[in-house]
Structure formats: C-alpha cells, structure tokens
C-alpha cells in the first residue's frame, strides 16, 4: 500500500495561482487511481478531481473546470493538481487520495484506501 504525502499548499490571492504535489512512497503507485478532494472550514469534504491509474482519463468538480488540472507522473510517483484563477471559496484544506478503483475515487463514499494528511490552501479576496 502507498502512503501520501501532499505539498504545496499557501496563501495566495484571488485570481492566483498554485500546484499541489502528491507524493507517494512504495512501487505500486501505477496501480492506483488519485484523486484529490478538499474541506473548507464548517463543511463537508467534497471531490475535486480524479485520474486514472495511466493519467489518460480524469474528472473534475464542475466548479473546478477549467481552472483546475489533475496530472500524474508515473516515473516520480507524484500526482499534481495545478490551480489556476483561484477563488477565495477555493480556500480548504486539500487531501490527496489513492484506491485501486477509479469508480471509488470518483464515487461519493469517499471511502478510498489512502489519505494523505493534508495541505492548506487559502486564497485571500
């Protein structure tokens, strides 16, 4: 099983922008499908974006699209999520997440089998 390890996160303003880097440890990181989900303050922890094991299929929070992209790269054993236009309603903390099934990472029981422990984006008006 991997373990995560999420980076990038600050304090930017609106309109701004950020990349969020995943890193996970072990080799079977090609094996996993990632996603990355995000909590604000006071709310439920909501989907963001979502790619599969190869990187050649994602999916994203209709709220997102547009600004946001998910990407991975195989060889690094890192996934990103590259944020640009950034809103202050973007500001939450961001988790990344890996399971074996793409149905499961872009599902809605947010049950997947690793979590990351979190980086905090915030984005000022």
């Known amino acids: 099983q991997v373990q995560l390890v999420e980076s990038g996160g600050g304090l930017v303003q609106a309109g701004g922008s950020l990349r969020l880097s995943c890193a996970a440890s072990?080799?079977?990181?090609?094996?996993?499908?990632m996603g990355w989900f995000r909590q604000a303050p006071g709310k439920e922890r909501e989907f963001v974006a979502a790619?599969?094991?190869?990187?050649?299929?994602?999916y994203y929070q209709d709220s997102v699209k547009g600004r946001f992209t998910i990407s991975r790269d195989n060889a690094k054993n890192t996934v990103y999520l590259q944020m640009h236009s950034l809103k202050p309603e973007d500001t939450a903390v961001y988790y990344c997440?890996?399971?074996?099934?793409?149905?499961?990472?872009?599902?809605?029981?947010?049950?997947?089998?690793?979590w990351g422990q979190g980086t905090l984006v915030t984005v000022s008006s």
């Open positions: 072990g080799r079977t990181f090609g094996n996993y499908a």
């Open positions: 997440a890996a399971d074996r099934r793409l149905a499961v990472v872009i599902g809605t029981s947010g049950n997947l089998e690793v």
């Open positions: 790619i599969n094991y190869s990187g050649g299929v994602t």
